[in-house]
């Protein structure tokens, strides 16, 4: 039982390239999210998806989208990387139901973009 | 998301002494979750709680669920140097998908 795993777990891009983040869990949780944690901050919301086939937009979207194909895997894209999107990006899974609504986090990918 | 007030910001304390931190929201919470991050790390889960007044311990920390549900506490007792990290809580309101999370406490232990 991996738990969540994010890969890769490091990446330098130059301005304009693109990338794909890959977040996966292996606990058949409904919800997944991405998040952005810049330094001295906290943890703000990019998308989440509440289930297959299914994505929303969370307090940061813009330059990112997402996709949620199989349940198990959340993939969070950048098109058009800019520096501003220099972070350190985590993926979460949610276990949701009384008594056991938790949030379980990756180890992380930290993005660098020149 | 939106931040809960969490305090203190930052505690600096000697080996030994005692931690208490707490997280207060304007919102009623069902669920209150409390997180420890290292520097270069995702966030590790240390205590879940899921009832007004509930209080559930693990190892040298304890935490408890308000009983207005607008608050949770964590204490750390007898505090040793890997216990350095950022600690906060976090929690989804009663309505809507997605979690709140508090400012933050970081934690130094001097030997």
């Known amino acids: 039982n991996a738990g969540v795993t994010q890969t890769p777990k490091f990446r330098v891009l130059k301005t304009g390239q693109s990338m794909t983040l890959l977040c996966a869990q292996d606990m058949n949780h409904e919800y997944m999210y991405w998040y952005r944690q810049d330094p001295g901050m906290g943890l703000r919301l990019i998308h989440y998806?509440?289930?297959?086939?299914t994505t929303a937009k969370g307090e940061v979207p813009d330059g990112y989208n997402v996709s949620r194909l199989k349940k198990q895997n959340f993939l969070l894209g950048l098109e058009s990387a800019a520096p501003s999107q220099t972070s350190v990006y985590f993926c979460a899974s949610r276990t949701w139901g009384v008594g056991s609504d938790t949030q379980y986090f990756g180890p992380g990918t930290r993005l660098t973009v020149l | 998301g939106q931040q809960l007030n969490q305090s203190p910001q930052s505690m600096f304390i000697q080996e030994g002494e005692d931690v208490s931190m707490n997280c207060t929201s304007s919102s009623i919470f069902n669920t209150w979750l409390w997180y420890k991050q290292d520097p270069g790390e995702g966030p590790v889960l240390l205590i879940a709680l899921y009832k007004a007044g509930e209080l559930t311990s693990n190892g040298r920390l304890t935490a408890q669920f308000g009983i207005t549900r607008k608050d949770s506490f964590l204490n750390i007792s007898a505090s040793i140097p890997s216990d350095v990290g950022i600690y906060f809580c976090?929690?989804?309101?009663?309505?809507?998908?997605?979690?709140?999370f508090g400012t933050g406490t970081s934690l130094t232990v001097i030997p």
């Open positions: 998806s509440v289930g297959e086939g």
């Open positions: 976090a929690g989804p309101p009663n309505t809507g998908n997605q979690f709140y």
